[in-house]
């Protein structure tokens, strides 16, 4: 079991940048692909950004050129930088383990709030 608690969030302006923080506890971290997800007020959560054991990185169309998604296994972290931010960005992002979010047995944490601001 991993636990992940989500950070980095905020009010920023359209244009700006943040960098998004999900930090792991638990066994076997290394092995999982892992997500970013968001899910505005009365929207359906989706994956913006998905990254493989390896590194491999996949993106949404919304979000591809303007989000990069990179852990670093050693400090069992998962980032996503946040460029060119619009107003449509803005959500509740969480993190996960894909195989458990696409196998319906995900836990979702409270996230970390992104507001972009016009």
């Known amino acids: 079991q991993v636990q992940l608690v989500e950070s980095g969030g905020g009010l920023v302006q359209a244009g700006g940048s943040l960098r998004l923080s999900c930090a792991a506890s638990?066994?076997?971290?290394?092995?999982?692909?892992m997500g970013w997800y968001r899910q505005a007020p009365g929207k359906q959560r989706e994956l913006v950004a998905g990254?493989?054991?390896?590194?491999?990185?996949n993106y949404a169309d919304s979000v591809k050129g303007r989000f990069t998604i990179s852990r670093d296994n050693a400090k069992n972290t998962v980032y996503l930088q946040m460029n060119s931010l619009k107003p449509e960005d803005t959500a509740v992002y969480y993190c996960?383990?894909?195989?458990?979010?696409?196998?319906?047995?995900?836990?979702w944490g409270q996230g970390t709030q992104v507001t972009v601001s016009s």
């Open positions: 990254i493989a054991s390896d590194g491999t990185g």
């Open positions: 638990g066994s076997i971290f290394n092995i999982y692909a």
């Open positions: 996960n383990v894909i195989s458990t979010v696409v196998a319906g047995r995900a836990y």
